[in-house]
């Protein structure tokens, strides 16, 4: 009988209410119905429970085994609400969030009694301040973006909307963001889903990012079409053009969009049949090789008008991007700006490897790139900018000094529209109807509403980094240096960033100079014609030591 009163216990109990209850009805009247309907409903369940063959702790605990099952249902919300301290990051800390939520929506940001950091833990950052202090007029910090090549710069936002696209993100969340970048004069980054109706409506300044897919410029066949290019690439509100060479979400990882999620609206903007399964390419077909990239952002230019032309990439091997520096070199033309993606990137879903252990972090990522073009004169042509976990105005103050001409955030904006952190985007029931395709879910997002609370998040941010500014005793975000960043690295040592993340001398590796592993091992690797290495990395001399070179 040991069986009855451990694993069917409970079972045993609902059997026996309803029985009891039953009988109650017969006595004493229907409406003791309304007591033996549940438990009728609950000895349904046991049956099922044990019939069923794919849960074993239900096939073992009927009906007490549905519990299980409920709990971890509601273990992040009971985690989020009830267990999370304020500074655990996972993947944005309570802290991180309110402070978005505060300045979306024009309430006091300020923090009483003391921070919540560990100020004497590993890792831990600051910006020096100085003793004699700026005062800054205008914080509408602008950096003009277009090389010598370009014949419509465009004066680019130090802080703006990351790339995602119309399909991971819901109609109205794409309105409000648009309108909010109208409202702010700053850009919003289309994803490479192309450009939806929904981007198009506000009139906001629009990045058009371009990946693999080619959505918006390709032919029946998925390839570059020159034709749908230029229909798009030649509106005004088309302010640069970004092609997508991977993201720090999944870098190196294509993807299919399923038939039932291409709606006739999402076809439109992508330019593929509705309800076909539609495949975004893990690689480009318009190019194959470094040169042949620089090619294609020569011919994105010129068929644009002269509109600036860039490719935004997580950082990877570090032959490849040394290769495409060397077909700048080899061909003269170089792209107008550069977006580094950190590997801590990402508002889509992607597989847990990638997400987890593929590509290489912002920080380390942004000062390689930024330190190879001092390195071969090429750093005043081009501008970088930044993506990776940018919340606050320290986040970004961090990102400028550390080399990027301006920041770009995707989930900092999806917290501005009202995004909780659920982190069901992938489900279509996003519980605040920012990632969900659903009308109903979609829409409790009031457009008006949140685009104001996107302006608000932008221009408040900017405010609380031109504070920063002032107390550092600087005039502009391009003032930022590593050295203005402090890091502590243990209990009883702290590292300037300039310590940590060594500078290369103008025009160092055009002289053979090679003071940093990664230079003096991936350089020679690297082949203007092709994205393979020269050579095999065995057969390279050891290295010298030097202090983080993977991030010199």
Same mark, same amino acid.
């Given at each position: 009988? $040991? ?43 046991? #049956? ?7 849960? @074993? /702790? ?27 301290? =304020? ?8 802290? %991180? ?38 005062? /800054?007029?205008?914080?509408?910090? *602008? ?89 798009? @690439?030649?509106? =005004? %509100? ?11 979400? !999944? ?7 399923? @038939? ?30 470094? /040169? ?8 994105? $230019?010129?068929?644009?008008?002269? &509109?600036? #032309? ?15 520096? &060397? ?95 659920? %982190?069901?985007?992938?489900?279509? !029931? ?12 979609? *829409?409790?997002? #009031? ?37 203005? /960043? ?12 300039? +310590? ?35 050579? +095999?990395?065995?057969? #390279? ?8 070179? @993977?991030?010199?």
């Amino acid at each position: 009988m $040991r069986w009855i009163t451990t694993r069917y216990t409970t079972f045993t109990l609902v059997l026996a209410g309803a029985l009891l209850t039953t009988l109650l009805a017969a006595w004493h009247g229907a409406g003791w119905l309304w007591a033996a309907i549940p438990f009728w409903a609950l000895t349904l369940l046991g #049956v099922y429970d044990m019939l069923q063959t794919r849960h @074993a /702790i239900r096939r073992n605990y009927p009906v007490l085994g549905n519990l299980r099952f409920f709990f971890e249902f509601i273990r992040p919300e009971v985690r989020q609400y009830f267990l999370e301290d =304020d500074t655990s990051a996972s993947p944005f800390s309570r802290a %991180q969030r309110s402070i978005v939520y505060q300045r979306a929506k024009q309430q006091l940001d300020k923090r009483p009694f003391g921070t919540q950091e560990d100020v004497y833990g590993d890792r831990y950052e600051w910006i020096n301040h100085s003793l004699a202090p700026t005062h /800054i007029e205008d914080t509408d910090f *602008r950096v003009t973006v277009g090389g010598p090549d370009c014949k419509q710069p465009y004066a680019m936002s130090a802080f703006n909307i990351s790339a995602m696209s119309f399909g991971a993100l819901s109609a109205n969340a794409i309105l409000a963001l648009n309108e909010g970048a109208r409202l702010g004069n700053f850009a919003h980054d289309t994803g490479e889903g192309g450009i939806s109706r929904y981007h198009r409506q506000p009139g906001g300044s629009l990045v058009w990012n371009i990946g693999s897919g080619y959505f918006g410029c390709r032919d029946e066949q998925g390839r570059f079409s020159e034709e749908a290019f230029v229909r798009n @690439a030649c509106t =005004d %509100q088309v302010k640069l053009i970004e092609i997508k060479l991977s993201q720090g979400a !999944k870098p190196g990882h294509g993807g299919i969009l399923p @038939a039932g999620k291409v709606t006739l609206e999402i076809a439109e903007a992508r330019g593929v049949p509705a309800w076909q399964d539609c495949n975004s390419p893990s690689s480009h077909s318009a190019f194959d090789s470094p /040169i042949g990239l620089l090619h294609f952002v020569a011919r994105l $230019r010129e068929l644009s008008q002269g &509109k600036p #032309v860039g490719f935004k990439f997580c950082v990877g091997h570090p032959w490849e991007w040394f290769a495409i520096v &060397k077909a700048m070199l080899q061909t003269g033309i170089t792209p107008d700006f550069i977006v580094v993606d950190g590997a801590e990137g990402g508002t889509g879903a992607a597989p847990v490897e990638f997400v987890d252990h593929v590509g290489t972090p912002l920080r380390e990522a942004l000062r390689l790139v930024h330190n190879t073009l001092v390195g071969v004169n090429l750093r005043d042509r081009i501008k970088l900018g930044a993506s990776g976990k940018i919340i606050t105005a320290f986040d970004m103050a961090r990102v400028l000094a550390m080399g990027a001409d301006w920041c770009n955030a995707a989930r900092g904006f999806m917290f501005a529209l009202g995004c909780i952190q659920a %982190q069901s985007c992938h489900t279509g !029931k996003c519980p605040t109807g920012v990632t969900s395709q659903d009308p109903m879910r979609q *829409r409790a997002l #009031v457009v008006p509403d949140k685009a104001q609370r996107v302006n608000n998040f932008h221009r408040n941010t900017l405010r609380a980094l031109a504070e920063l500014l002032e107390a550092a005793g600087l005039n502009h975000p391009s003032d930022l240096q590593p050295q203005h /960043i402090a890091r502590r690295v243990s209990s009883s040592e702290v590292r300037l960033l300039s +310590a940590l993340f060594p500078t290369l001398e103008t025009g160092e590796l055009l002289r053979g100079e090679f003071r940093h592993d990664v230079f003096r091992v991936g350089w020679h690797m690297a082949q203007a014609d092709s994205f393979q290495p020269a050579c +095999a990395i065995e057969k #390279v001399p050891p290295a010298h030591p030097a202090p983080q070179a @993977a991030a010199a």
